[in-house]
Every structure is written in structure tokens, then in C-alpha cells.
């Protein structure tokens, strides 16, 4: 009887009962209606789903234990890990296709065009000695763009795939907060456009996911033709004779190994005084001079005044960092800004629900991951941190777990980071200099990869394995490693820091001959100044 006289009166706009029914939280509307608790449960029920329809139009309404915006690394894993645990999940993504910044415009395109500009180097310069003798060698960019565009295509569907499996809701469309449980979402029409169709997505928990965008740089003004983000940059439809990159961090020195193993003359431009931003010094010193060896320059505490892409090039004006010297005119074909990430935290409606942010948009979280609104969670690029893949995807598990059952955690003085030049360079924990800074009494063990019996078979000899570690208790404090497969081998040693082991422990550990693993075996063992092949 209560649910026939609510539905009734639901039918008449602005029926007193039906406004008797209802006791709004939000002079706005933006948070769900509390319905009277004496009301019987069907007339509340009624009462709410005629003042959602009354309120939503003609836009679709889905009920959520999880929304999460956002599809790439972060937002994916952390949607397929609550249909995992019998969550009901939605996640939402703009760009139409799942895999976000990293496997879309970054880590996975660039990676694709590392490894293929490699093997046309070695082709054309290293392959010689390994009595493998190649004569007009080209390089066909269209063939290695397309495999590029293939391994994109593959994973991203791939995750799609993952999707149906565990029955993940997917909305093509970009998902703003229009209330504290509530995401509305302007869809994305056939052809990849924003329309005027959206959905409503009615949620217990939300989790941003949305990533981090290219940093602008105003005196340089990106066209993506001449003047490209990193984006354009693993794009351009032939190599430049001469290319200028704009930032010596992590993005600018791959892509700039990139064209330069291609044939463009690629010199990077820094603010700072030395070469990949967060790295032991030692290090950067050693990893800097094999760049130079193969053809990239550098020109280190500079700033860039302005660009003028209007001739048939583009012209930087650039002088020194700390103001004293004369400011030089710089030419190139091509200019790559590569001045660092920003994260995505415009346009979600966050400032009009109380989601706090930081100066720099970050979103300000507890341990758990919950924002100022304890159901509204965040991970990834727009919380702080360092902003990797990998270390978003850890936070996507934890953040579910917390949501769970409160009990979910990231070491994050174990996520490793790498450079995925050749050689490649991988950093775990603390440097020396942070280190000295601390006045804690420390121990340093170090092995060349020259005297690695696998590197030397390889011809690959540049670089070495450092290993820090606590003077007193013998546990690893820190790991960092220029060479070949860095990037593979840190892994043992994060697995070290993560399980509290000391370099005994690695020393101890039986590593298969002949293998790079064993240059971390010998760093261990040098700590103690017993290393046995150096």
C-alpha cells in the first residue's frame, strides 16, 4: 500500500508527500537524498527512486560498490582486483581505450622504440665484433612505428579482455565527482567524441586513477609538430636532423637515445647540473660519460627562455641557470619538451565535493588512501610519490584491501626506478649522498660488470652494481646499478629490502654461472671486502 501511494504521488512533480518522504543532505542535490528513517522500507524505497528519476532526467543510474576513473595501470588493476574480491566495480576511462598514459603514449610505445632504435645501432655498430657483418642497414620508421602501434594495440585489448573476464563494467567517457558517491559520466559516441548522452554511476567507494599529464613549459609552447611532448615524440614521421630535448630526466634521455641511435643530432638541455634527476652521484658521473660516448650532448644547468617554432625550424634562446653567462640562440628540426608530469585532477569535481588537493593538484591522502571524504579513495600519479607505473599498480591492490578490510600497505622505499637507456640504470632506496646527509655509518660494496664472466661473453662491460647497507645490522639500505638488464637485476635486490635481508643474505644465496645476477652477488660480498673476482 505504501509503495503504490508513494509511486502515485511520485507521478505528480512536486507532490508534498513525496517532499515529505525526502530530507535532502545537500542544498545542492549533489549528495544522496536521506529518506526519513520512520518511513516502512517500501515507501522509502519508492520515495528514492522517484526523486532519482525526477533529479537524473533522462541519464542511466548503475548502482557500484566500486567506481574507479581511470583505466590506466592504476585504475585497471585496481578494478579487476575488487571484481577479484566480489565487488561490483565500474571503472571509467576518456581516452576510450584501457592502459592509460603507459600503454598508450608511454612506458610501452617508448620501450617498443628503444629496442628497436637498439637494434639498428648495433646493426650499424656493434655487431661487427660479434662477427655479424650488416652493409646498408636503413631504417624503416614506418615498419617500426607500426610494430609499436601493434604492442600497444595487443596489451590495451588485452586488458579489455581481462575486463570481461572479471566482469568489470566498462564506460567509455570522462567520470567527474557530482557528489561523494555519485560519478557522472559524459560518454564517448561511436566515433571517439564527447557527446551529450551520460550515465550516472552511483557508488559505496570511488578511486581516482586518472594518472598525470605532460608539464607545459610556457616559453616553449607545444605544437606537437615541431615543438612535442614526449607524446609526438614517439610519433614523428621521420628522424630530425637535429633535435633539442628540453628536460634530462628519465623521458628525455630515452627518447633522446631514441633519435640519436637513429640518426638525429640530440643534444638534452638541463636546469639541473647533472643528468636524471633522484640517482646516486657516482652513478649519474659513470652513466653520463657512456651517453657522451654514444653521441648524445649535453648542455647541464641551463634554462630555456623561449622557443620560436615560426621559420622552418625551431630557435631556443637559452642562458645559464643561475644567471651568469650570455644567453645563447640554440637551432633544431625538432624540440621535445620533457619538463616532467603534472597530475590529472582538473575537471573531476573534486574542490566542489571537498576533496582537498595540494598546490600541485595532488590529492591529499591518509595510509589507507582515503581523501578528506573518507568513501573517496586516490592512488597513483595524483597522490604523492614518484609517478610510475608500477608504484600505481601497488597502490591500486592496497587501496581495494583497505576498502576491504582496512588492511592494505606499500613499502614505497622498495619501488624501484629505471632508465631504459642501454645501458639501462635501476635505483632502489637510499644514495650514498642521502646517506652522508643522515651521518648513519654505512658500508658499500661494488662490482663492474667488466668483471662479470656473462657481461664479458655479452661484450656488454659498461657499468657497475652498488650496494649500501647499514654499517651495524648488515641490512641493504639501498641498491643502484648501471648496465646491462639493471632494470631485472634490481629486482633481487628490492626483494632484499622488502624482507629485511642483509647482504650476507645475497652474498650467501646461490647465483647460477654464468649470469649478470652474479655482479650483484659480488657487490654483496665486497660490502665485507671479500669479493672473489675483483
Known amino acids: 500500500m505504501y509503495a503504490r501511494l508513494a509511486c502515485r504521488a511520485a507521478r505528480r512533480r512536486g507532490s508534498p508527500l513525496v517532499d515529505a518522504l525526502l530530507r535532502v543532505s545537500s542544498p545542492c542535490h549533489t549528495e544522496p537524498p536521506q529518506i526519513a528513517a520512520d518511513l516502512p522500507g517500501s515507501l522509502r524505497l519508492s520515495a528514492q527512486r522517484w526523486y532519482s528519476s525526477d533529479r537524473d532526467g533522462d541519464a542511466d543510474r548503475e548502482e557500484n560498490d566500486v567506481v574507479i576513473i581511470g583505466g590506466g595501470p592504476g585504475g585497471y588493476a585496481a578494478a579487476i582486483r575488487a571484481a577479484q574480491v566480489g565487488l561490483k566495480v565500474t571503472c571509467v576511462e576518456r581516452r576510450g581505450r584501457l592502459g592509460g598514459t603507459c600503454f598508450n603514449v608511454g612506458c610501452i610505445p617508448s620501450k617498443s622504440l628503444l629496442e628497436s632504435s637498439r637494434k639498428f645501432y648495433e646493426a650499424r655498430h656493434s655487431l661487427a665484433k660479434h662477427g655479424?657483418?650488416?652493409?646498408?642497414?636503413?631504417?624503416?620508421?614506418?615498419?617500426?612505428?607500426?610494430?609499436?602501434?601493434?604492442?600497444?594495440?595487443?596489451?590495451?585489448?588485452?586488458?579489455?579482455?581481462?575486463?570481461?573476464?572479471?566482469?568489470?563494467?566498462?564506460?567509455?567517457?570522462?567520470?567527474?565527482?557530482?557528489?561523494?558517491?555519485?560519478?557522472?559520466?559524459?560518454?564517448?559516441?561511436?566515433?571517439?567524441?564527447?557527446?551529450?548522452?551520460?550515465?550516472?554511476?552511483?557508488?559505496?567507494?570511488?578511486?581516482?586513477?586518472?594518472?598525470?599529464?605532460?608539464?607545459?613549459?610556457?616559453?616553449?609552447?607545444?605544437?606537437e609538430k615541431k615543438i612535442v611532448s614526449s607524446t609526438g615524440a614517439m610519433s614523428l614521421e621521420k628522424v630530425p636532423g637535429k633535435m633539442l630535448v628540453v628536460g634530462g630526466g628519465v623521458i628525455g634521455l630515452e627518447m633522446g637515445s631514441v633519435w640519436s641511435r637513429l640518426g638525429a643530432d640530440v643534444?638534452?638541455?638541463?636546469?639541473?647540473?647533472?643528468?636524471?634527476?633522484?640517482?646516486?652521484?657516482?652513478?649519474?658521473?659513470?652513466?653520463?660519460?657512456?651517453?657522451?660516448?654514444?653521441?648524445?650532448?649535453?648542455?647541464?644547468?641551463?634554462?630555456?627562455?623561449?622557443?620560436?617554432?615560426?621559420g622552418p625550424g625551431v630557435v631556443l634562446q637559452v642562458e645559464p641557470a643561475k644567471g651568469e653567462g650570455e644567453r645563447q640562440e640554440m637551432h633544431a628540426d625538432v624540440v621535445m619538451v620533457a619538463a616532467g608530469r603534472v597530475p590529472c585532477t582538473n575537471g573531476l569535481g573534486l574542490d566542489d565535493v571537498g576533496v582537498k588537493r595540494d598546490m600541485n593538484g595532488r590529492i591529499f591522502v591518509d595510509s589507507h588512501f582515503r581523501s578528506t571524504k573518507p568513501n573517496v579513495y586516490a592512488i597513483g600519479d595524483v597522490i604523492p610519490?614518484?609517478?610510475?607505473?608500477?608504484?600505481?599498480?601497488?597502490?591500486?591492490?592496497?587501496?581495494?584491501?583497505?576498502?576491504?578490510?582496512?588492511?592494505?600497505?606499500?613499502?614505497?622505499?622498495?619501488?624501484?626506478?629505471i632508465i631504459y637507456t642501454h645501458p639501462e640504470v635501476a635505483m632502489l632506496g637510499m644514495t650514498e649522498e642521502e646517506l652522508q646527509a643522515t651521518g648513519m655509518e654505512y658500508q658499500v660494496g661494488k662490482f663492474p660488470f667488466k668483471a662479470n664472466s656473462r657481461a664479458r661473453a655479452m661484450g656488454e662491460v659498461e657499468g657497475f652494481v652498488k650496494i649500501l647497507a647499514d654499517k651495524e645490522t648488515d641490512l641493504v639500505l639501498g641498491a643502484h646499478i648501471l648496465g646491462p638488464s639493471a632494470g631485472e637485476l634490481i629486482m633481487e635486490c628490492v626483494l632484499a629490502m622488502e624482507h629485511g635481508a642483509t647482504t650476507l643474505d645475497l652474498a650467501r644465496t646461490c647465483h647460477a654461472h654464468p649470469t649478470l645476477t652474479e655482479a650483484v652477488k659480488e657487490a654483496a660480498l665486497a660490502a665485507h671486502g671479500k669479493p672473489i673476482h675483483s
Not at 601497488?394 to 619501488?415: F, L
Request: aromatic share 4%; glycine share 10%.
Open 385 to 417: 610519490g614518484p609517478m610510475l607505473a608500477h608504484k600505481a599498480e601497488e597502490d591500486a591492490i592496497a587501496c581495494v584491501e583497505n576498502i576491504m578490510n582496512g588492511h592494505g600497505q606499500v613499502n614505497y622505499a622498495t619501488v624501484p626506478g
Open 132 to 223: 655479424v657483418r650488416v652493409s646498408g642497414a636503413e631504417v624503416d620508421l614506418p615498419a617500426m612505428m607500426a610494430l609499436k602501434n601493434d604492442a600497444i594495440e595487443s596489451l590495451t585489448s588485452g586488458v579489455e579482455r581481462m575486463f570481461q573476464q572479471h566482469r568489470v563494467n566498462y564506460v567509455k567517457g570522462a567520470g567527474r565527482l557530482t557528489g561523494t558517491h555519485e560519478v557522472t559520466v559524459r560518454l564517448l559516441d561511436e566515433h571517439g567524441q564527447f557527446g551529450q548522452e551520460k550515465k550516472i554511476l552511483s557508488a559505496k567507494n570511488i578511486i581516482i586513477a586518472t594518472g598525470s599529464d605532460i608539464r607545459q613549459v610556457p616559453e616553449v609552447p607545444i605544437d
Open 267 to 310: 643534444t638534452i638541455v638541463e636546469f639541473a647540473d647533472g643528468i636524471g634527476g633522484y640517482m646516486d652521484n657516482e652513478i649519474r658521473q659513470a652513466f653520463h660519460s657512456v651517453l657522451e660516448a654514444q653521441g648524445l650532448k649535453f648542455l647541464l644547468g641551463t634554462k630555456v627562455v623561449c622557443g620560436d617554432a615560426s
